[in-house]
């Protein structure tokens, strides 16, 4: 299951989404078979790189999904976690930016809310 894993997360185009499903499998099976935890890890590893490498093209619906993780990604320890924190508040930005355009202000203000908290937490 892991070289199953590590292979999908291997793909070039790998979309957030899948990602995200991907980081959260490798970890519930971390939690289930403590026995194989180092190839877990590496699976969890693996699912934080491609997390970073799909924030080059992230649809709004996958902002939320990961903005709905993200208390599950930055607690985890790996440098990795400190990079999607970065990246995260960037992409609230992004979206705060798209809810002002669109007159969408709670949205706006939630996202705001959501942004100051991230950055008390630090990264």
């Known amino acids: 299951m892991t070289e199953a894993l590590i292979e999908n997360l291997s793909h070039a185009e790998i979309s957030l989404e899948a990602a995200l499903t991907c980081r959260a499998l490798s970890s519930?099976?971390?939690?289930?078979?403590?026995?194989?935890?180092?190839?877990?890890?590496?699976c969890e590893e693996k699912s934080?790189?491609?997390?970073?490498?799909?924030f080059a093209k992230v649809s709004d619906a996958e902002a939320r999904l990961l903005i709905r993780d993200l208390p599950n990604l930055?607690?985890?320890?790996?440098?990795?976690?400190?990079?999607?924190?970065?990246?995260?508040?960037?992409?609230?930005?992004?979206?705060?930016?798209?809810?002002?355009?669109?007159i969408q202000w709670k949205n706006f203000v939630e996202l705001d809310y959501l942004r100051d908290i991230l950055k008390l937490i630090g990264g």
Do not use: C, T, V
């Open 28 to 42: 519930f099976l971390r939690e289930k078979f403590p026995s194989d935890a180092d190839s877990w890890k590496i």
């Open 48 to 54: 934080l790189d491609a997390i970073l490498k799909s």
């Open 74 to 102: 930055l607690r985890l320890p790996y440098l990795a976690a400190k990079e999607i924190h970065r990246r995260a508040l960037n992409i609230i930005g992004q979206m705060m930016n798209f809810s002002r355009q669109i």
